[in-house]
């Protein structure tokens, strides 16, 4: 039932279109299932019904024209349980009702679930029989589990097809992500394909027929010219038997076998890599289906030279292709180098299949002032490339081919935007002191962006988190002390005589080396942080030594060691510390060795726990809301499926927050915030309620938040937090902070981008 399974759910994937695949999927469904009858309905939330979208068994001109409402019959029914009805006589059900366009009157025995993606019902499958029998578990687990293997797959394809009628009848198409760093940007999409394999390629048409020739042939052309270095470069090393392979593939790429069934394919209008995709896929699927074990094997070698093919095609575009003035970059997965490609003052919004609104690329584009939106799943890439693009980051909200009077009223709001923030920097240089005289420290999150960080010094108050591993990741192997020395002082210099927190190298979970591969199933609890630099002392020495170097003669460096969880880990890192005292102080007897501040970063939920140990063992500890508030919810923050479930406005967040406040406080115990909460506003009035007067954020935020402040009463805020404390949900609590501000006069701060439309 396995490869029943795999074999239904692969066949749909490589339909062509959505009308294709529903009908590939009927079939394949009735005779699995051995049934007279597979149907498939899908929601149309506009009408508050469902359309047959696909059937055999019942009547196929009833196709794409019979609805039924959302409170209907069984199919209603299925959909408003959300889960299935499995009944012998379908007839006897109150809830049936006879439909005679559909000619459903011969069957009984009646099957259906729900077909379910993100909490939301997408259609309905149904399979009828005319016996009346009770379909068995085991086809009711089968059709349930197909259910949901189908149902992104059925997502996808419906995006697409939402899509292409879009862009037929000239309107305006809306996806709906997770608001990331907030902003507004207009501009043209320039999409980066991920990882390259005939999955990552969605089918698209393109009218030039020729320049999609020519693209393919020159493609093959440099495969063949790469088989036969290949072939050269191997002959004296391995049998020629062996090298007989290059000359089956030189054989494949000929115009009589993989050309003229590309050909076919660019005919029908489908585009070079589309057409490539279609024909590879087609003979993997056919050779795969043989019975003999040496031909079965020959689909490695097909998929191995469509990949090559496919590398030369994505080459020869991205070679011609530039990046336009107000680039808004797409792609499956953001990394800081794609952000990096984009020529300087040319990127205007950023849109990630993959991840989340508090993964560590979220975080990058908000240091940059980035507007970007996370976690559009399903999204088909090549379809959106050069099309004009609306980013809305406050609402989440990506618009496809925006009509000219979207685009205006955008224009209108980005220009509001653009007066408010004017608001923001005349201020930025005025000390953060509340209307009853509590001066707050705003401190700098720097290390991603650091030309913008380093030019802005007198905003801040200093840096709360300095990110050595952002260096670190920029280069292509592990820095030597002199360099990193050399770096650290400069950042030392650059904010003297103002604090800088390094917090030492903090690489793992979705902060990556490409010369120190960490592969991990669970990386977020795996080999992280403070870890990774214990079990490796040699780098951690090396760190531990160019930082307290580079401190010489300016004295305002403070070191954060991340990831901490137990005192062991501290007593290690503060024998090394020592060490690297000793060794710089036996090395250099002339020179003055000082020794920094040491703090532990709260983001791992023991560590909360043990504040009476760390009040004895180091001078400060900063709560990492960002990993805190994960480990606490049990929320992957990068994965977007469970986004909407980090909240750092939970009521057990800020409980735990508030807690670290009165006890560091108990304790006589410096303390800050360096996650993304203290650079929200409303999430900074709570912290200052709880008795935080040091926060860091990124430089976009500032201003901002300092602009806030200078409007309002600390006494004020510790009322709201009191409110905020005995609610039971994160929606309660955002709601409060709101009216909060909005009596306060603060509304203006609050863009309402559902208005737009």
């Not at 009218?207 to 270095?229: D, G, I, Y």
């Not at 003999?292 to 496919?310: N, S």
Request: glycine residues 6%; charged residues 20%.
């Amino acid at each position: 039932m396995l490869a029943t399974l795999r074999a239904i759910a692969e066949s749909v994937s490589q339909q062509a279109s959505l009308d294709s695949a529903l009908a590939c999927f009927v079939k394949m469904v009735k005779d699995a299932m051995k049934t007279e009858c597979c149907s498939i309905y899908f929601a149309d939330y506009s009408q508050d019904n469902f359309v047959l979208m696909a059937t055999r068994g019942l009547n196929p001109a009833a196709v794409g024209k019979f609805r039924i409402g959302f409170t209907e019959g069984l199919v209603g029914l299925v959909a408003q349980r959300e889960e299935p009805i499995n009944i012998a006589f379908a007839k006897s059900h109150p809830r049936f009702k006879l439909s005679p366009e559909v000619n459903e009157e011969g069957f009984n025995a009646f099957l259906s679930v729900p077909v379910v993606h993100q909490k939301k019902v997408l259609g309905v499958i149904v399979v009828q029989q005319k016996i009346a029998r009770v379909f068995s578990q085991d086809e009711e687990s089968f059709l349930i589990t197909l259910s949901a293997q189908l149902a992104s797959q059925l997502a996808h394809a419906e995006i697409k097809e939402v899509l292409r009628q879009d862009e037929f009848s000239h309107q305006t198409s809306v996806l709906k992500g997770v608001s990331s760093a907030p902003g507004i940007a207009i501009g043209q999409a320039f999409v980066i394909l991920p990882k390259l394999d005939f999955k990552s390629i969605e089918l698209k048409k393109d009218e030039n027929c020729t320049e999609q020739r020519r693209l393919f042939t020159q493609a093959v052309a440099a495969t063949r010219k790469e088989f036969n270095t290949l072939s050269m470069t191997l002959s004296d090393s391995i049998p020629k038997e062996a090298l007989a392979v290059f000359e089956v593939y030189q054989q494949l790429l000929d115009a009589k076998s993989l050309g003229q069934n590309v050909e076919v394919q660019l005919l029908e209008g489908w585009c070079a890599k589309s057409a490539l995709k279609i024909v590879i896929e087609r003979l993997i699927s056919q050779f795969n289906a043989m019975q003999d074990p040496y031909i079965k094997e020959r689909a490695v070698d097909v998929k191995d030279i469509g990949l090559r093919v496919l590398h030369h095609l994505v080459n020869t575009e991205h070679a011609v292709k530039s990046y336009p003035k107000n680039t808004v970059l797409i792609t499956n997965t953001l990394t800081p180098a794609m952000l990096a490609e984009v020529p300087k003052g040319h990127l205007a919004g950023v849109v990630s299949v993959n991840g989340a609104a508090n993964s560590h690329a979220s975080i990058l584009t908000r240091a940059m002032g980035i507007p970007a939106i996370w976690g559009i799943e399903d999204l088909p890439l090549l379809q959106f490339d050069g099309k004009p693009m609306i980013l809305d980051a406050y609402s989440g909200r990506l618009y496809i081919s925006p009509s000219q009077m979207l685009q205006d009223e955008y224009l209108q709001l980005q220009h509001q935007e653009s007066l408010l923030n004017d608001k923001f920097v005349a201020e930025q240089e005025c000390d953060a002191v509340t209307l009853d005289g509590e001066h707050i420290s705003l401190l700098l999150n720097a290390g991603l962006e650091l030309n913008t960080e380093k030019a802005n010094t007198k905003v801040c108050d200093g840096v709360g988190l300095y990110r050595t591993e952002a260096w670190f990741m920029q280069k292509g192997q592990f820095p030597s002390q002199i360099e990193q020395e050399n770096w650290y002082r400069e950042v030392l210099a650059s904010y003297h005589p103002e604090p800088v927190v390094m917090r030492t190298l903090d690489i793992g979970g979705d902060k990556a080396l490409d010369y120190f591969d960490i592969t991990e199933e669970n990386p977020f609890l795996g080999w992280r942080g403070i870890r990774v630099t214990l079990d490796h002392p040699e780098i951690f020495l090396d760190q531990l030594k160019a930082m307290v170097k580079a401190n010489i003669g300016l004295g305002n460096l403070k070191i954060m060691l991340p990831m901490i969880s137990g005192t062991e880990e501290v007593d290690e890192s503060l024998a090394l510390l020592e060490q690297a005292y000793f060794e710089l102080e036996e090395k250099y007897p002339e020179q003055a060795i000082e020794r920094p501040e040491i703090g532990v970063m709260l983001e791992v939920p023991s560590s909360v726990f043990m504040l009476p140990e760390w009040s004895k063992k180091v001078d400060f500890c900063s709560v990492g809301s960002n990993d805190l508030t994960q480990y606490l919810l049990a929320v992957d923050r990068s994965n977007a499926r469970v986004a909407d479930l980090f909240n750092p406005y939970h009521p057990a967040v800020l409980r735990v927050l508030q807690k670290v406040a009165k006890e560091c406080q108990q304790y006589e115990m410096s303390f800050s915030l360096c996650g993304e909460l203290g650079g929200d506003p409303e999430g900074a009035l709570l912290l200052i309620a709880m008795g935080y007067r040091r926060l860091s954020m990124n430089y976009s935020s500032l201003s901002k938040v300092k602009w806030v402040l200078r409007r309002l009463k600390a006494s004020d805020m510790e009322a709201l937090l009191t409110e905020c404390l005995a609610q039971s949900t994160a929606k309660q609590v955002l709601r409060l902070t709101r009216n909060f501000m909005i009596e306060h006069q603060l509304g203006e701060l609050f863009y309402t981008p559902n208005q737009v439309s």
